[in-house]
């Protein structure tokens, strides 16, 4: 294990994780060499790079392609102790109607990502706008099934009906019945500026995220939270201070957090990562150093704050 990876441990066992962890969606993002990666940073290098200055990664690369055993691998042998993927179902299980009739494929993907050892954190299941209620014994037959292969399942809901006071508390029973997570999809601060004027951030993304309630329960030992940055770091503020104090009393309890920042702008994620870092530390929030802020000479432009 590098230098800096176990400063950042501190006084944490070398193979395990922390009660926190700061991650983004991706990985291989070629416009972070020079601020996020050391200037000149090959693409073969990114995946040992993002290790070595942030917790856990979203495994959105899952989502639209299935990795081969060796890629699996590879992706072992890249990253430091203490890492954690958090890889995404394929869409050909979770965007093709019922889930039952994907089963098949699921079970082989979970053995896919088993592959990863201590390096694979919850497996997500992101369901699409059109999976409504009326597919909760189908959802529950699912769940019921994968809860059995001794990996943590987390699940994001997107039909606003699942929003809903008695169809969320439903919901929420379930996962809470099998142990599953509830993924919090954050986008107040896409929506929220419109009336300031501000146009929606993602007019020119073909990956819009929907616009959805936030509700901030946990119905296992850990939570997952894809929070979704305005551009402008200013514009966060707000949201992050709210994050800040529930993370906060979500460790209290002996939770574990993965969060995950996202922005249209995936350039300007790791910064506005860094800030919940510091907003964290400042409120003597009990979360482990940020990796990358352990490294020796963190990039210029990126000191925001």
């Known amino acids: 294990m590098d230098k800096?990876?176990?400063?950042?441990?501190?006084?944490?066992?070398?193979?395990?994780?922390p009660n926190f962890l700061m991650g983004c969606a991706v990985w291989a993002f070629k416009d972070w060499v020079g601020s996020f990666y050391p200037a000149k940073s090959q693409a073969t290098n990114f995946l040992r790079l993002y290790g070595e200055r942030l917790w856990t990664v979203e495994g959105n690369t899952t989502f639209y392609?299935?990795?081969?055993?060796?890629?699996?691998?590879?992706?072992?042998?890249?990253?430091?102790?203490?890492?954690?993927?958090?890889?995404?179902?394929?869409?050909?299980?979770?965007?093709?109607?019922?889930?039952?009739?994907?089963?098949?494929?699921?079970?082989?993907?979970?053995?896919?990502?088993?592959?990863?050892?201590?390096?694979?954190?919850?497996?997500?299941?992101q369901l699409p706008p059109s999976y409504s209620p009326a597919s909760i014994a189908d959802l529950a037959e699912f769940l019921t099934v994968l809860t059995k292969e001794s990996v943590s399942i987390s699940v994001e809901v997107r039909h606003l009906d699942w929003f809903k006071n008695e169809l969320s508390a439903q919901l929420n029973a379930l996962?809470?019945?099998?142990?599953?997570?509830?993924?919090?999809?954050?986008?107040?601060?896409?929506?929220?500026?419109?009336?300031?004027?501000?146009?929606?951030?993602?007019?020119?993304?073909?990956?819009?995220?929907?616009?959805?309630?936030?509700?901030?329960?946990?119905?296992?030992?850990?939570?997952?939270?894809?929070?979704?940055?305005?551009p402008k770091l200013l514009r966060n503020h707000d949201y992050l201070a709210s994050w800040v104090a529930q993370v906060d009393q979500w460790l209290k309890q002996g939770?574990?957090?993965?969060?995950?920042?996202?922005?249209?702008?995936?350039?300007?994620?790791?910064?506005?990562?860094?800030?919940?870092?510091?907003?964290?530390?400042?409120?003597?929030?009990?979360?482990?150093p940020l990796p990358w802020n352990q490294l020796a000479k963190p990039p210029d432009q990126l000191s925001l704050f």
């Open 4 to 17: 800096q990876r176990k400063t950042a441990l501190g006084s944490l066992e070398l193979s395990a994780s």
């Open 175 to 230: 996962l809470m019945r099998l142990g599953v997570g509830r993924v919090l999809l954050d986008t107040r601060s896409m929506y929220d500026w419109e009336h300031e004027g501000d146009a929606d951030p993602q007019l020119s993304s073909n990956r819009r995220k929907p616009r959805v309630p936030l509700l901030p329960v946990i119905t296992s030992d850990y939570a997952i939270v894809r929070y979704i940055s305005h």
């Open 65 to 125: 392609s299935v990795p081969a055993p060796e890629m699996v691998q590879r992706w072992v042998n890249n990253t430091p102790d203490g890492f954690q993927f958090c890889p995404k179902l394929p869409r050909a299980v979770t965007h093709e109607g019922a889930l039952m009739a994907r089963l098949p494929e699921a079970l082989s993907f979970l053995d896919l990502m088993k592959g990863l050892g201590d390096r694979l954190g919850p497996i997500m299941v």
């Open 255 to 288: 939770k574990r957090i993965y969060f995950f920042v996202h922005c249209p702008r995936e350039e300007e994620s790791p910064a506005i990562a860094q800030y919940f870092q510091s907003q964290l530390e400042a409120a003597n929030v009990p979360v482990p």
